[in-house]
């Protein structure tokens, strides 16, 4: 099997998953919708919906910036995909949708995902006057050089 054959192969194969990814969760997998679902839901970055619209644009031309929106709004609705509002004016869109935390650092811009026991928050329970549902730590300083990679 040559190299191309192989990542057509490989291609074939994601396409299908990621359709049944968004199948699984109620949505009607169009081609537009596959296209976002392929870099948004396997990347380890935080991007916004410019950033998506500019990454996906690239492999699907055809591609609008409505879409885009629609669709990072309707994987939202559905589960699987979470808007994230770390600072004031920036929207970013997080895959990952189990309890965690984040870091930003302040050097590169980069957010980066914190183990939900790697912060210990305690007492929300007993914050007077707030029913609270939800919360995240958000952590901004520079990474370490000796953790950089």
Request: with cysteine.
């Amino acid at each position: 099997m040559t190299y191309s054959i192989f990542r057509h192969s490989l291609i074939l194969v994601t396409h299908t998953a990621t359709a049944a990814t968004l199948r699984d969760h109620g949505i009607q997998p169009s081609a537009q919708r596959v296209a976002v679902a392929e870099y948004v839901l396997h990347t380890d970055e935080h991007p916004s919906a410019d950033q998506v619209f500019s990454r996906v644009k690239r492999t699907f031309p055809m591609l609008s910036r409505a879409t885009v929106y629609n669709t990072l709004n309707l994987f939202v609705e559905k589960g699987i995909l979470r808007e994230l509002v770390l600072s004031e004016g920036c929207v970013v869109f997080d895959p990952k949708t189990d309890a965690h935390h984040h870091f930003i650092d302040e050097g590169t811009g980069r957010i980066h995902d914190i183990p939900w026991q790697a912060v210990k928050v305690t007492k929300i329970d007993r914050l007077e006057g707030f029913d609270v549902s939800e919360y995240q730590v958000v952590i901004r300083g520079r990474r370490s050089a000796a953790r950089r990679g």
